[in-house]
């Protein structure tokens, strides 16, 4: 029976022995979870992909809305057949211009870095380059901070143009209105003299006239025409104001074509930058 006993217990207890054996403690503390792990490590990684794709994005989507919304809506008429004067267009066109001077090429710089960020992560320091996902942040960088020589190069004649044209009036349009200015103080000086003067001298004038028209043959009439008159003085300041108007909206319309340029550019670097976070 003893014996019996025992090899009846020794299997229970080796059992019992083998049942309680995974509950225990892992002794080494220096075994981590990998789950954890492996969490921390991408994290930098998909909030650097997120914080570029979203800053790609903005500024595409804010250089296309100024080619597509904004300048239309700057050259349409206040009123039927009466477009908005030039100075107000230049205006309006300077604040745009300026606004985004400030904040489009630093935040490209920034976004441009976080491509960059991701081109060294997956590999791109490497001999090998890092394959075609690193060549695709490569050239999501380069085609996001490319907006800034392409405006150097391609939209600084027309940006120059444009400023001046906010400074004062041009040159022509100051020779153009002088004889309109000459005449007008004659106009007014003439007005001013004295009642008791005048007819003496229209009185005076006009014989002296006579005497030399009789004396030399000649009449006066071609003189009197080299006057100008109101009429042509006002045919003249339009004519100067529409030269103006059209060059305005033709250099700011100009510029929005320029601008979609700076669009595909950005917008070839988002298209690739999500390309490469998805492959």
């Known amino acids: 029976m003893d014996?019996?006993?025992?090899?009846?217990?020794?299997?229970?207890?080796?059992?019992?022995?083998?049942?309680h054996t995974p509950t225990r403690h892992n002794p080494n503390p220096s075994i981590k979870p990998h789950t954890p792990m492996s969490t921390q490590t991408t994290t930098p990684l998909?909030?650097?992909?997120l914080l570029s794709l979203l800053g790609s994005g903005l500024i595409t989507g804010s250089i296309l809305s100024l080619s597509i919304y904004t300048i239309?809506?700057?050259?349409?008429?206040?009123?039927?057949?009466?477009?908005l004067p030039p100075r107000?267009?230049?205006?309006?066109?300077?604040?745009?211009?300026?606004?985004?001077?400030?904040?489009?090429?630093?935040?490209?710089?920034?976004?441009?870095?976080?491509?960059?960020?991701?081109?060294?992560?997956?590999?791109?320091?490497?001999?090998?380059?890092g394959g075609g996902k690193a060549r695709l942040?490569?050239?999501?960088?380069?085609?996001?901070?490319?907006?800034v020589p392409y405006t150097i190069m391609f939209m600084r004649g027309n940006i120059d143009g444009l400023e001046r044209a906010g400074e004062g009036p041009s040159p022509s349009a100051t020779t153009t209105t002088t004889p309109s200015t000459s005449a007008s103080a004659i106009s007014a000086s003439t007005t001013t003299t004295t009642p008791t003067q005048m007819p003496t001298i229209s009185i005076s004038s006009a014989e002296d006239t006579e005497n030399a028209g009789v004396q030399g043959g000649e009449s006066t009439e071609p003189v009197a025409a080299q006057q100008p008159t109101k009429e042509s003085l006002d045919a003249a300041r339009r004519v100067v104001?529409?030269?103006?108007?059209?060059?305005?909206?033709?250099?700011?319309?100009?510029?929005?074509?320029?601008?979609?340029?700076r669009a595909a550019l950005t917008g070839t670097g988002f298209v690739v930058g999500l390309w490469a976070a998805l492959t």
Do not use: F
């Open 3 to 19: 014996g019996q006993t025992r090899h009846l217990i020794s299997p229970r207890l080796s059992a019992s022995h083998h049942h």
């Open 46 to 49: 998909q909030l650097t992909k």
């Open 72 to 83: 239309p809506a700057l050259l349409l008429p206040s009123l039927p057949h009466r477009p």
């Open 88 to 129: 107000t267009i230049q205006a309006q066109w300077s604040h745009i211009y300026h606004s985004g001077k400030r904040t489009i090429p630093v935040l490209a710089l920034a976004t441009s870095a976080g491509y960059l960020y991701l081109w060294r992560a997956v590999g791109g320091g490497a001999a090998a380059g």
């Open 137 to 147: 942040y490569a050239l999501g960088a380069a085609c996001t901070i490319a907006i």
């Open 241 to 261: 104001a529409a030269e103006e108007a059209r060059s305005v909206r033709m250099l700011v319309d100009q510029w929005g074509m320029l601008n979609l340029g």
